[in-house]
């Protein structure tokens, strides 16, 4: 078990990759970011709110 990003939540080490994406114009630039976790635990762990929908 490994602790995920910085929340402290406990996430198992499978691989089931996730690859997020988003795309759009921020400040009058247009931007893209894209970034794959080891599993779903991990992405829900990042220290983000742009995928919690």
Do not use: L, Q
């Not at 997020?20 to 829900?44: L, P, Q």
């Amino acid at each position: 078990m490994r602790t995920g990003a910085e929340s402290g939540r406990v996430c198992t080490k499978e691989w089931h990759p996730i690859t997020v994406t988003a795309e759009g114009i921020w400040d009058g630039r247009r931007v893209s970011y894209e970034h794959t976790f080891a599993n779903n635990c991990f992405k829900s762990a990042a220290p983000t709110t742009v995928f919690e929908f």
